[in-house]
């Protein structure tokens, strides 16, 4: 196994043993929160791996279940290392330490570029972002969930822990029965001898703990029985039945309810208040003023004995909303502003490759497109919501979140209490798409608790208040060009882009401690375009970052969202320049890139590209990596009065290894669901500082009714798993509008496409 993989460390105080991913600092691997919480029943054979003595397994989780399987997904990585059946394995909600840091998240957000590892000039980039990994992911143990990660940062370390916790009670069974390792088999929990002795892990649990592992070793490939796979979700019986707990399911005794609202003037402030009708209401306790929390708005919560009688006081609460400076903030003044960023400023280039100014010289001809993508909003269908109780200087939060670290400190500041007296309780999350990278709900909410006498108050977001006052995907514009010899053939592809970087903002809100003084270029902003697989023999690819004054944040696939609507858009109009079919065209510039093309034509076969389709159809295509993953979607849609019908949707991945077939299915299915609706109805407008959608009817969803068939074909592969849950995203758009120029010979370059 990789050395920096994983690393045993053995806690003699404790007889027990710390797995974790990379260096841990050796006071991670003697403190109470590198293992497991003690419980009746259970014994610990390290920070990763509980045995009960029924002999079922508990695995730590330090990830948000948000819909993308990872309570399931990780549980079988533990199964399949431990042999026992994927039921026996139960789950507990992973403490704050070390060894659950998900470094592979904080590495794909931090402002890092392709070229850091070979120039250190600016603010030695490459340096600090070292430095950030290294002291964010690793001292602190940043427990995150996004990035598309979850499986590619637990793969080892989940298979070298339950590894490590089966060596154990092998060798707890070969020392009780003096025989050797070597003879002993496992299935199903039990260890068995062919002398016809056996005894379950249950029974050997306590002696397990004080028995050193020896060799520990991995499953070969060929011996796996879960990995690989379809097995059912272990989170959905409780799903249906109704036993499953979202953050607004959370009852307490004594419980209240309140409501927020805050300014609907992004940059405003809270003027007169008047609040005299609104607490006469019934079953109305108290109004709370907030000012501006972790990049969110000022503004009041109304707190009441149901959350019915909590929304309808807010909104009765008569209140002067004063305007803030400037007046920039207006999503037409915005895109033109970027439009003009173009014409002016060179930005940070950061790829390049080959003499771009000399193969425009010697070109024969040449395109050029200008493309754009709106502001976005998350729209969880679980509005953000928090329960908490401050009591006795000791916080109690309750919440649907992806960070539960970086709330935990949210809640100490606002409290004016350590980390150490805050107790973060993770729900299930009804919808995350990194809307829960976020802390300011959770500082809301303990503000709010303060002001309750110790009693648990649960503060609810009305969707149009989570909607206006949402972080959201920047929007982007974007100016390429290709250049082409005598023979028609591309030679040459310049890419600029311009908006907002969301890391550094994202720094400033949920790690201020990390935030820099001054903004490094953001890797994000340019992902999916600065790595393109396409040869082009001269190319570059370059960002101009801006700052609108809008909130921005992370959104499911973040730049790869938009970047690749604008790539693989324009990579259909140099196939139309040439006279080359898309598919065709797409071959030829994938040369030198095998991956690539093997997912490009899975998809296209599938999806039988060529074959003639019913009158008034048409296909489209897109192909895009992104998380570690590559997939190819061909769209088949039709025109209906002048509104668009995706009727199929077929798609190829590359995801690695893979653990659940059946989740990267249902991961592809939510994909194109959510990409669809972004790609032909989403959009955030901004007026005079307000933001315009407020709910569904403004910014709809795709229905059922017009959901389209999905198909998703996975290549076979030993790679490490990739990402699942966000690469299927970026493809939806560019094949929606590349199938729509298919079918009416034009081209929508500014995105929603039914805006």
């Known amino acids: 196994m990789k050395r920096r993989a994983w690393l045993l460390g053995s806690a003699a105080a404790t007889g027990a043993l710390v797995v974790g991913w990379g260096f841990i600092p050796a006071r991670s691997r003697l403190g109470a929160g590198a293992l497991m919480l003690p419980e009746e029943g259970h014994v610990a054979l390290n920070g990763w791996i509980k045995i009960a003595y029924d002999g079922a397994v508990v695995l730590a989780m330090p990830r948000s279940e948000m819909g993308q399987g990872v309570h399931t997904a990780l549980p079988m990585l533990a199964a399949e290392e431990l042999d026992v059946p994927l039921a026996r394995v139960r789950i507990e909600q992973a403490g704050a330490d070390a060894i659950y840091g998900n470094v592979a998240m ?13 120039r250190e ?105 879960l990995i690989g796979h379809a097995a059912p979700r272990l989170d959905v019986p409780d799903k ?144 953000m919501n928090a329960t908490a109780r401050v009591r006795d200087g000791v916080v109690d ?142 190319q570059r690819i370059a960002h101009v970052a801006t700052r609108m004054d809008v909130p921005v944040g992370f959104w499911r696939s973040v730049g790869h969202s938009h970047n690749a609507f604008f790539s693989e858009c324009f990579v259909d109009e140099v196939a139309h320049r040439t006279g080359l079919d898309p598919v065709e065209m797409r071959r030829r510039l994938l040369r030198d890139a095998p991956r690539h093309l093997a997912v490009l034509s899975l998809a296209a076969e599938k999806a039988r590209w060529g074959t003639p389709l019913p009158a008034g159809r048409a296909h489209g295509i897109a192909l895009h990596e992104s998380f570690g993953s590559v997939v190819a979607e061909v769209v088949e849609l039709s025109l209906s009065g002048g509104r668009v019908r995706v009727h199929r949707v077929t798609c190829a991945i590359d995801c690695g290894t893979v653990v659940n077939p059946a989740i990267v299915a249902q991961q592809m299915e939510s994909s194109v669901v959510f990409g669809a609706s972004a790609a032909l109805h989403g959009r955030i407008d901004i007026e005079g500082g307000r933001v315009i959608q407020g709910n569904f009817p403004t910014t709809p969803l795709l229905r059922l009714a017009a959901a389209p068939q999905v198909e998703t074909w996975i290549v076979k592969s030993e790679r490490t798993p990739g990402g699942v849950g966000e690469p299927g995203v970026p493809p939806v758009a560019p094949a929606i509008a590349n199938a729509l120029f298919a079918l009416t010979g034009q081209r929508r370059r500014t995105l929603p496409l039914e805006g």
């Open 106 to 118: 904080l590495f794909g957000n931090l402002p890092l570029h392709p070229q850091d590892e070979e």
């Open 121 to 225: 000039d600016g603010f030695g980039r490459a340096k600090a972002a070292r430095w950030i990994v290294g002291k964010v992911g690793r001292e602190l143990g940043i427990n995150a969930t996004g990035g598309s990660s979850s499986v590619a940062d637990a793969w080892d370390v989940v298979r070298a822990a339950a590894a490590t916790a089966r060596a154990s009670l092998l060798g707890a069974a070969s020392l009780q029965w003096r025989l050797p390792v070597a003879d002993l088999a496992v299935v199903d929990g039990v260890v068995s001898h062919p002398s016809g002795r056996s005894i379950g892990y249950g029974a050997l649990a306590r002696f397990a703990a004080a028995t050193p592992p020896g060799k520990v070793s991995l499953k070969a490939r060929e011996n796996w029985r």
């Open 240 to 383: 249906v039945n109704g036993r499953a707990t979202y953050g607004i399911d959370v009852r307490l005794p004594g419980m209240r309810f309140a409501a927020i609202r805050l300014c609907p003037i992004l940059g405003g402030a809270t003027g007169r208040v008047d609040a005299g009708a609104a607490l006469a209401m019934p079953g109305v306790e108290r109004l709370v003023m907030l000012r501006a929390y972790a990049g969110s708005a000022p503004g009041f919560a109304v707190v009441a004995r149901t959350s019915w009688h909590a929304m309808r006081a807010a909104q009765a609460v008569e209140v002067e909303w004063r305007p803030g400076t400037g007046d920039t903030r207006d999503s037409r003044k915005i895109e033109a502003m970027l439009r003009q960023a173009l014409l002016e400023r060179d930005g940070y280039t950061f790829h390049e490759r080959g003499n771009i100014e000399q193969a425009r010289t010697v070109a024969a001809s040449n395109i050029d497109a200008t493309y754009a993508a709106p502001y976005l909003a998350h729209l969880t269908l679980e509005p």
């Open 397 to 538: 939060l309750w919440l649907p979140t992806q960070v539960p670290q970086m709330c935990r400190d949210a809640a100490a500041r606002v409290a004016g209490v350590p980390s150490s007296r805050v107790n973060v309780h993770v729900t299930l999350l009804g919808g995350g798409f990194g809307r829960r990278l976020e802390v300011d709900y959770a500082a809301y909410a303990v503000r709010v608790a303060m002001d309750c006498g110790g009693a648990p108050v649960q503060l609810l977001w009305p969707r149009e208040e989570d909607t206006r006052h949402d972080f959201f995907r920047p929007m982007q514009v974007a100016a390429l060009s290709a250049w082409f010899d005598r023979e028609s053939e591309p030679t040459a592809l310049s890419i600029r882009s311009a908006g907002d970087a969301i890391s550094p903002r994202w720094f400033e809100r949920a790690l201020p401690r990390f935030a820099g003084p001054v903004d490094l270029p953001d890797k994000t902003a340019s992902e999916g375009l600065f790595d393109l697989p396409y040869a082009f023999a001269h």
